[in-house]
């Protein structure tokens, strides 16, 4: 999840958006009808992937309504994020020696589904990654809240700060990785090109090396406001019962994914004041955790990418720009 650039176009006075992410060795970009993905092959050579996005938006109206919206960006963006996620690793390492099943189950499972078992890790490796993130950022902090002896209504206030500490310990822990830094270096080089965009500015190298590789519309500072929203709901909203809180976590997902979105992206992003500021700040002290300046050639990637999405437009950018923000 990341950041969007606005412009408008000739036949609509409704903004057009761009944002992306970081993935393996490469950088995903999306607009209004796909989006592309430039990856950096062992050889050197850059390998460009493009595809369209769902329509399912303008086949059924509802989805832009109101707090639905949210939950339709939300599930768009882990779709096409997992999607590129898995290609781009296969590009990164299109070539290199795969390692020979050593024990009897590996051959075991070689044997049983063939071409077909680097599907089916991917996708238990896509629900394990559902699982933990339900597990570690949801159900636990709300499990250990339970635990403190407080008033039903400050139950909230301490699981909303279990879970933020929680939250910044992860990515720090993870940070630690150097396989992970690379990550972070193309998350900095997909800022860096967005924001040189916004400005208006030339996507040249010069131009995208110098600008901020930190962005108030950054996936991070979204999953921030989750995180305030989802407190302030669970202090209103209060239930006894460890299995309880379990089954309203879970089930309310949908509400606050549907009210972050609207209070990060359709407020916030659209809006430059000391309130706005505020809430994004502690978003912007994270990215300096979650980006890292990227090198000549990560740049060329982020920007190969967000052409090609520009590409796709057909239609070169108002000048003017301002920003907009999905999820």
């Not at 910044?168 to 690379?182: A, G, H, L």
């Given at each position: 999840m990341a950041e969007t650039a606005k412009t408008t176009t000739a036949k609509a006075a409704e903004p057009v958006y761009y944002g992306g992410q970081a993935v393996m060795e490469g950088v995903m970009m999306r607009g209004t009808k796909g989006y592309a993905m430039a990856v950096r092959k062992p050889n050197g050579e850059i390998a460009m992937i493009e595809k369209p996005l769902s329509t399912l938006t303008k086949r059924y109206p509802f989805l832009k309504w109101p707090l639905i919206r949210g939950v339709t960006a939300l599930c768009s963006s882990m779709a096409v994020g997992f999607t590129s996620l898995s290609l781009s690793a296969d590009i990164a390492f299109e070539g290199l020696e795969e390692e020979e099943p050593e024990s009897r189950f590996e051959k075991w499972l070689f044997e049983k589904f063939g071409d077909k078992l680097n599907g089916i890790i991917k996708g238990l490796a896509m629900v394990f990654a559902v699982v933990l993130a339900l597990g570690l950022f949801m159900l636990l902090p709300a499990f250990l809240g339970g635990l403190v002896p407080v008033r039903p209504a400050l139950t909230?206030?301490?699981?909303?700060?279990?879970?933020?500490?929680?939250?910044?310990?992860?990515?720090?822990?993870?940070?630690?990785?150097?396989?992970?830094?690379?990550?972070?270096?193309?998350?900095?080089?997909?800022?860096?090109?967005?924001?040189?965009?916004?400005?208006?500015?030339?996507?040249?190298?010069?131009?995208?090396?110098?600008?901020?590789?930190?962005?108030?519309?950054?996936?991070?500072?979204?999953?921030?406001?989750?995180?305030?929203?989802?407190?302030?709901l669970f202090m209103i909203i209060q239930v006894e019962g460890v299995w309880m809180r379990f089954a309203s976590r879970i089930l309310l997902l949908p509400l606050i994914a549907g009210l972050s979105y609207e209070v990060s992206v359709k407020w916030a992003g659209r809006r430059d004041n000391f309130l706005v500021r505020a809430i994004i700040f502690p978003g912007m002290l994270m990215q300096k955790m979650t980006t890292a300046e990227p090198d000549e050639k990560q740049i060329e990637i982020a920007v190969t990418a967000l052409e090609k999405v520009l590409e796709q437009e057909k239609e070169e950018p108002a000048k003017g720009l301002e920003g907009e923000q999905k999820p």
């Open positions: 909230g206030v301490i699981e909303g700060f279990l879970r933020i500490a929680i939250f910044v310990t992860y990515v720090f822990v993870i940070s630690r990785s150097q396989d992970i830094q690379r990550v972070f270096q193309y998350h900095g080089a997909e800022h860096k090109a967005i924001n040189c965009f916004e400005s208006n500015l030339p996507l040249t190298h010069e131009n995208v090396a110098a600008s901020n590789r930190l962005h108030k519309r950054c996936g991070t500072s979204f999953m921030l406001v989750v995180m305030v929203i989802t407190m302030i």
